[in-house]
Every structure is written in C-alpha cells, then in structure tokens.
C-alpha cells in the first residue's frame, strides 16, 4: 500500500510556508544554441538568486530527437537548489523565475503548436521535494519526465533512491524502466581513449 502524498493545489487556499519549508527542488537544464556550455554555467548562477545549488549532476550530450535534420543537439544536467525562505510558499514565483532566467539568457518562444525548438536555455522543474504540485500553469513532477532519459539519468545520478510522487518507484527504477526506443544520451565532453590504456588493453 503506497503512502499518500500530500497535493498542494490552489482549491480554496494558497500554499503555506509549513507545507513547503526546506524544500529542495530539482531543475532539468538544457541548452543546444550557441555556447552551450557558458548557457548552462549563466543560468546555475542565476538560479542562486533563490537559493543555494548543492549538486549538479554530470553533463549529457542529447540528440535533437522531433527537430529538423541538421538541429544541434541538447546538453542537458539536473541541478538540485535549496530554496530560500522566501521562495518556499511561491512556487508559481519559482517557475517565473525560471522563466525570467531563460529569457534573459535570449531564450526565444514560439508557439507551442509548432513542436519542439532550439533554446540558448531551458529550465524545468521536475521534482519539489516530496510534494505534487497541481497549480495552474505548474504540475510538478514534471508530467513528461518519466519518458526522457535526459532527465531520469541526470536526476538519478543525484537522488537514485528518491521516490517519484505519486508513482511509488525510485528514480532508479523509473530511469531502468524506460524502453528501449526511448533515445539514448552519452556522456559530456565525450570521453576519450588513452593510448596507455589502449597499448595495455592489447597487451592483456
């Protein structure tokens, strides 16, 4: 029998700082235009205007899977931020944030029916702690992660053992669950192979 967990919607009341307090939230990033890299570091220092990074997971190379041939692909991390006390009972400010970032970051929208499009910066979040979110214009967990390795590899990386809301399994067992049609994603920078470790892997 699965725990219940606690579902902060705006039905008749705003939620409190004691629903929220000390809530550490995870943020997928990503960037394929430009100087991807730079992007990604710009909007982690930007991010601590609420508060404080504690990780970062390792960065990973993603095709540009639904775009046009020729796309530049995706580096896409997940960053886990503290919240400070003042963004804790606002998440609907959080995601303006978010938003306001990615915008200053040259982030350009179109609209959403014309399918997926390159971004200098984009930045979703897809875990609040252990609570689900059901505001307005924010769902969280993030209701298309449980689909994209980009997101479940770089989110196990930091919390594994974490259980999604409302779905009773880890990170881990979401991210081994994935089919095999769901497109792959490599380590960034590429690693490469050293000539002392392929003249002993002969040698052996």
Not at 157 to 170: E, K, N, S
Request: aromatic share 4%; with cysteine; hydrophobic share 40%.
């Amino acid at each position: 029998m699965q725990n219940k967990v606690p579902v902060l919607t705006y039905n008749g009341k705003t939620p409190t700082r004691s629903d929220l307090r000390g809530v550490i939230v995870h943020i997928a990033t990503g960037s394929n235009l430009g100087a991807r890299e730079a992007h990604l570091a710009e909007g982690e220092r930007l991010l601590q205007r609420m508060g404080i990074i504690l990780r970062k997971s390792p960065l990973y190379l993603t095709a540009a899977v639904g775009m046009a041939p020729g796309t530049p692909d995706f580096l896409n991390r997940v960053v886990e931020l503290e919240l400070a006390p003042s963004w804790c009972e606002a998440p609907l400010a959080v995601m303006q944030a978010l938003l306001d970032i990615e915008n200053e970051l040259g982030r350009e929208r179109s609209d959403e029916s014309a399918g997926y499009v390159s971004r200098t910066l984009d930045l979703d979040i897809v875990l609040w702690g252990d609570q689900i979110l059901d505001l307005p214009q924010l769902q969280v967990p993030h209701p298309r992660m449980l689909g994209r390795r980009f997101v479940m590899q770089p989110l196990a990386d930091l919390v594994p053992h974490q259980r999604i809301p409302g779905t009773g399994r880890t990170v881990q067992a979401c991210l081994d669950a994935l089919p095999d049609d769901v497109p792959q994603i490599a380590p960034w920078p590429q690693p490469t192979r050293s000539p002392i470790a392929t003249s002993s892997s002969k040698e052996a």
